[in-house]
């Protein structure tokens, strides 16, 4: 199945996770059901059981939310796969990025699931909960949130977290200075300036200790060259040798996630047709506002999945 125009997969990262999410495929599909039972394995406990039927306030916990997204998304990619849809480019929100680089071949998927395991106990385990926060500031410019979170940071930490949309802006850091940057937002006229339901301050200087023994895991794995360019977080570049994805790795746990200028990297390239592959439609949502003309299409049950197949057919046909 080829098209015109180069296919982008795009993974979602932590957030997208809900009860059920994977099961029909699972139900559906051998590769998918195989993916499941290979992330049990790695994990030695059933992370499918926790996918398929939560409890949710169990499936939120971090290091099983991290590795229960990634094995849904790479469920579904396999899937996608079976049936004769590849991407040209990957590229995945955080935690996403680490299902781009199995869809990449560059890390293998049970050393994927079991790094982001323990990524998401380091992130959690970095920061006491209640000390640091995270908030979505809508409607300013991104210059205009950096100055915000300088001007509120009084010698703690406030910084951009994460670049999703021409719209939205997260920033990460200690609850205070978060604080107090929503309340400038508010007062400069943001359309919406709101703190997160997020059990720890993700992407800035206070996850140091996390990325520090994060490193050490990733410095023992095995990463191969990937087998289609992946667009890095944190440069918001395309990473085409197995040692720039893993420093690429290393350095997103403290650093930005610079989504739109991932995103618009990729339109550069040429990518017309955006693949959202895993559960739920943030990066879906995300694309409309970083350009509407673009096709974009999600993949996380048989639903999304027929729609998907049957428009692509339509756009090759």
Avoid at 30 to 59: I, M, N
Avoid at 107 to 113: H, I, M, R, T
Avoid at 141 to 156: S, Y
Avoid at 264 to 270: A, E, N, P, Q, S
């Amino acid at each position: 199945m080829t098209n015109s125009s180069p296919i982008a997969f795009l993974f979602p990262g932590q957030g997208s996770q809900s009860v059920g999410m994977g099961k029909e495929l699972a139900d559906n599909y051998s590769v998918a059901r195989q993916t499941f039972d290979e992330a049990d394995k790695a994990l030695g406990y059933k992370l499918s059981q926790v996918c398929f039927e939560g409890p949710e306030e169990k499936l939120k916990l971090t290091e099983i939310t991290q590795p229960a997204i990634l094995t849904a998304s790479i469920a579904a990619f396999r899937v996608l796969r079976e049936k004769g849809l590849k991407p040209d480019f990957v590229a995945g929100h955080s935690l996403g990025e680490y299902s781009a680089h199995v869809a990449a071949d560059t890390l293998s998927f049970a050393d994927a699931v079991r790094t982001v395991r323990n990524r998401g106990k380091y992130m959690q385990e970095a920061v006491p909960v209640g000390v640091g926060a995270m908030a979505a500031i809508l409607g300013v410019p991104l210059d205009q949130v950096i100055e915000i979170a300088q001007q509120a940071a009084q010698g703690e930490v406030c910084q951009a977290a994460n670049i999703n949309s021409p719209e939205q802006i997260v920033i990460s850091g200690n609850a205070g200075a978060v604080e107090r940057a929503v309340k400038i937002a508010a007062e400069r006229g943001a359309k919406k300036a709101i703190t997160l339901p997020v059990s720890a301050p993700f992407h800035c200087a206070l996850m140091q200790a996390a990325q520090d023994r994060l490193a050490q895991d990733l410095r023992a794995l095995s990463f191969h060259d990937p087998g289609c360019p992946v667009v890095c977080n944190v440069d918001g570049e395309m990473v085409t040798s197995g040692t720039a994805s893993q420093d690429a790795l290393i350095r997103q746990v403290t650093g930005t996630v610079r989504w739109k200028p991932s995103m618009r990297l990729l339109i550069d390239k040429g990518v017309g047709l955006f693949v959202e592959v895993g559960p739920g439609k943030v990066l879906w949502g995300l694309m409309r506002q970083i350009d509407r003309s673009k096709i974009s299409l999600s993949v996380g049950d048989e639903p999304s999945l027929q729609k998907t197949l049957a428009q692509v057919a339509a756009l090759v046909a």
